[in-house]
């Protein structure tokens, strides 16, 4: 090994070490849970079922070391590096390829290697990194292509790789946009070659059968069973998204142009986060060079990066005013691609300048500066490991497993939304933890359709659970075995016939009707044998700014205000905690009070503790605007 | 290829390093702790962190049985048998490993609830419905709906052989002028593998 595949091989092991010691102990916050249950089921999870990655995860699981949850996020890891192996691979291609464009390749790759977002989705159980490294393949074979010129091999292998995205993250597929704007340079061979070409697309399209081979069967777990071709569509398409469907959302691009304004804006923060402004010279510098050097492959690279910056923001990210969970869900996740485009262009513009030194005779600057230029970036490693350093994050996991320890036996317990959901599927289905509570999730505050998949096969589930399937509800909760983590509000249909009564970090239904004179007796007595479970150490030592972990930690603190409530004696001061639990776009504001003294003050302390450590603009992209919100 | 098998050794030895230090770490706070909810979930963690042939593995489980038997409280036993399956079960790869300790907890979780849902006063069961209620427990607890592990290597290794046959049609079959050979054996590859890949995502 020569000494620059040593250096190049050195700086990807250290990456590689800094993410590994990074991974969630055993699951991420979000889909991971999801994902990785989906994966150990060979099932088929949200929309657009991600085939290819759910298959890849179940070869991870097979690993015989850590954990199942442990080793799907391993998938990451390995597109991650993959990814930036290409990245310095194609800077390395597009300049001279002598020892300045070996320093500015590997320049490149670490600034993005760490940089805020392609960082956290590279130790995450999710599926941006491998769609990442597809899109990087596509827009190598573009790069080849302008710079060697018309290759048929290299139009059916893009192909290829076009109906592959199609089974991992559907916005890979957009990188059709700047190939066919490049092919039309060479449109006579490209028209020739087409129709075979269209084979090989459908060849990696084909992935996708696996939706209806494990729709068909009965497995571990499928969100949405594929078992016709309009289950399929529904799936594919992701129509159950209604205006976020596939469709819909590629239409928005091309209309309410005033738009494209927010998705600048709101890009550019994301650059500005990431990158800090003081990358903006670099890439335009990365510009003039690549233009100077072929028309068609700037081309190529000024489509490709548009597409998946300004024109996905503006499908996407093009709201006036941002909040948390838009930057979060969105910004924090779509736009690694173009991240790693805007990496190879920076790369370029650095090698512009080394270029320069050498016209200009700076032999010993020439010399000294790129492997100073190097060392600028590595600091980067020390914010990541202060923001995202999750090695000790057991919050998603602990924090599930709590509330299933709270409960009694063959209990119901309702979740809303994914974050509760995804985790109890993975404790439930994967970690096989207390079997006996038939876990239900509820996608919609106002309505009362569940989905059923951790309290299955309903044979063995409906005679543990009676009244369940029986359709009286109402019985289950006079027998004190009915859950949720929803606070019930004239907006949910139960709400007519039954109460929720705060109950640790969840809430007991009873029915309206019932005699509640025991229930305080009931509740002091459950506490108190639920109080050797509480660990609220776990929220105060996860060492990440991750917004579903401190969203959980926000919500756990309810506990311990019911602890607080529990160990209450007459001559405490009485103090009103105020609660805010929202369910989509409805927030469910509650009271609890408690009297504090001496015998309850501690989970006042932690209580407090708690609000302290996870404060919500504690999230590195929150910024300064949002910190306000 | 042989950078991809490189990256590989390097990442899977990093993480077998991480597991260990995690290991580590974990039995020696479960040691030092008198609070045996808290030994038991750090046990439980060294377990978590599970590597073939590392001696914690057996001292965490010894561990969490240990603290398991010690507790008085039936909630707090409860909590500890399942933490110990659970655990065992997330460490499960292409095979089980301590399925013996797995077979032998069952039956004491299995009981443990059936009691506790029987004491539970809200319900209106009695002692007559033990053997029922223990019954369903223990079939639930046997139930196991994950799929076959030898058909899912089987199904994925054959996954991508034929993306990999399709590449090597593409990029060795399709010279100018075509290579009839490597296209005959990517053809005969593709057919093969994709028909075992879509047998063995059924059967799995």
Same mark, same amino acid.
């Given at each position: ?28 916050? *979000? ?114 292509? &302008?710079? #060697? ?40 061979? +490209? ?16 992935? #996708? ?15 949405? &069973? ?17 205006? *976020? ?18 998705? +600048? ?188 998949? *951790? ?9 543990? =659970?009676?009244?369940? +399937? ?119 504001? =509650? ?25 919500? #603009? ?12 | ?204």
């Amino acid at each position: 090994m020569d000494s620059k595949k040593l250096f190049l091989f050195i700086t990807l092991s250290l990456i590689v070490s800094v993410y590994i010691f990074s991974l969630p102990p055993v699951l991420s916050t *979000g889909d991971g849970g999801e994902l990785i249950t989906a994966s150990y089921g060979l099932g088929t999870p949200h929309p657009s079922g991600y085939p290819l990655y759910v298959q890849l995860g179940k070869l991870f699981s097979f690993l015989p070391i850590g954990n199942i949850g442990n080793r799907v996020e391993l998938i990451s890891v390995f597109f991650s590096i993959f990814t930036l192996f290409l990245v310095y691979f194609i800077v390395f291609k597009l300049s001279e390829q002598n020892r300045e464009a070996y320093f500015a390749a590997i320049t490149s790759v670490i600034i993005l290697a760490f940089s805020y977002s392609f960082f956290g989705q590279s130790i995450v159980a999710k599926f941006y990194t491998l769609n990442s490294f597809l899109v990087m393949l596509l827009f190598l074979c573009g790069v080849n292509t &302008a710079l #060697n010129g018309y290759d048929r091999k290299i139009q059916f292998l893009a192909s290829f790789i076009l109906g592959i995205t199609l089974s991992a993250h559907h916005t890979g597929f957009m990188m059709i946009v700047p190939l066919f704007v490049l092919s039309l340079f060479y449109f006579r061979n +490209f028209f020739k070659n087409l129709p075979l070409s269209f084979l090989f697309f459908l060849l990696g399209f084909s992935i #996708n059968l696996y939706l209806y081979i494990r729709g068909i069967k009965e497995t571990l777990f499928n969100m949405i &069973a594929v078992t016709d071709w309009s289950s399929f569509l529904t799936v594919f398409l992701r129509k159950s998204y209604g205006s *976020g469907s596939s469709i819909d959302l590629t239409t928005s691009g091309f209309i309410n142009f005033y738009g494209y304004f927010y998705a +600048f804006k709101n890009y550019f923060y994301l650059i500005e986060k990431n990158f800090t402004l003081f990358s903006i010279p670099f890439f335009v510098l990365g510009l003039i060079w690549l233009f100077k050097k072929s028309k068609k492959l700037f081309w190529f690279i000024l489509t490709s990066f548009f597409i998946y910056s300004i024109f996905l923001a503006k499908l996407t990210f093009s709201l006036q005013n941002l909040d948390i969970h838009d930057i979060y869900v969105i910004g924090h996740q779509y736009f690694l691609p173009s991240f790693a485009i805007y990496c190879i262009v920076i790369g370029s513009g650095i090698y512009f300048i080394y270029s320069m030194f050498e016209r200009l005779n700076l032999h010993l600057i020439k010399k000294i500066i790129p492997i100073i230029a190097i060392l600028f970036p590595l600091l980067m490693i020390f914010d990541r490991l202060t923001d995202q350093y999750q090695h000790k994050n057991y919050v998603p996991y602990s924090y599930t497993k709590e509330i299933f320890s709270s409960l009694p036996i063959a209990s119901i317990y309702m979740t809303y939304g994914d974050n509760h959901a995804f985790q109890a599927w993975y404790l439930k289905l994967v970690g096989r933890y207390r079997e006996d509570i038939c876990h239900i999730a509820l996608d919609d505050y106002k309505t009362m359709l569940w989905a059923l998949q *951790g309290c299955k096969p309903y044979k063995l589930y409906s005679e543990l =659970f009676p009244e369940f +399937f029986g359709g009286d509800l109402i019985d289950l909760t006079r027998k004190k075995r009915y859950y949720s983590i929803i606070a019930l509000s004239e907006k949910h249909p139960l709400y007519r016939v039954v109460d929720s009564y705060p109950y640790f970090y969840t809430f007991i239904y009873m029915g309206k009707s019932f005699d509640k004179r025991d229930f305080d007796e009931f509740f002091r007595e459950r506490m108190k044998k639920i109080e050797p479970f509480v660990n609220y150490e776990d929220c105060l030592s996860h060492g990440t700014d991750d917004v579903f972990t401190l969203l959980l930690c926000n919500f756990s603190t309810m506990g311990y205000v019911n602890m607080a409530k529990a160990y209450e004696t007459s001559s405490g001061k009485e103090i009103t905690f105020e609660q805010k639990i929202s369910y989509g776009d409805f927030t469910a504001p =509650f009271n609890i009070n408690a009297k504090i003294s001496s015998e309850n003050e501690k989970y006042l302390y932690i209580y407090n503790a708690i609000k302290k450590y996870n404060k919500m #603009n504690k999230f590195y992209l929150s910024g300064k605007e949002n910190e306000k919100n | 290829m042989k950078k991809i098998s490189i990256i590989f050794f390097v990442i899977i030895f990093l993480f077998c390093t991480k597991a260990f230090i995690t290991q580590k770490n974990f039995i020696s706070e479960a040691k030092k702790t008198d609070n045996s909810i808290k030994a038991v979930k750090y046990y439980e963690r060294a377990l978590l962190s599970y590597i073939p042939l590392s001696p914690y593995n057996k001292e965490a489980i010894q561990g969490i049985l240990e603290r398991c038997e010690n507790f008085k409280d039936t909630e707090q036993k409860l909590y500890c048998y399942e933490t110990l399956r659970s655990a065992l079960y997330q460490i499960r790869n292409f095979y089980q490993p301590y399925k013996d300790e797995i077979k032998n907890i069952e039956p004491l979780i299995a009981e443990i609830k059936t009691k506790q849902m029987i004491q539970w006063k809200y319900n209106n069961f009695s002692e007559k419905d033990y053997q029922r209620l223990y019954d369903y427990h223990m079939e639930i607890l046997k139930y196991d709906s994950s799929p076959s592990g030898l058909w899912s290597i089987i199904s994925i290794f054959s996954l991508l052989t034929w993306i990999g046959s399709v590449f090597l049609i593409i990029i060795k079959g399709f010279n100018t002028p075509l290579n009839k050979k490597y296209l005959l054996i990517g053809f005969v590859c593709f057919v093969l593998f994709f028909s075992l890949w879509i047998i063995g995502l059924y059967i799995a």
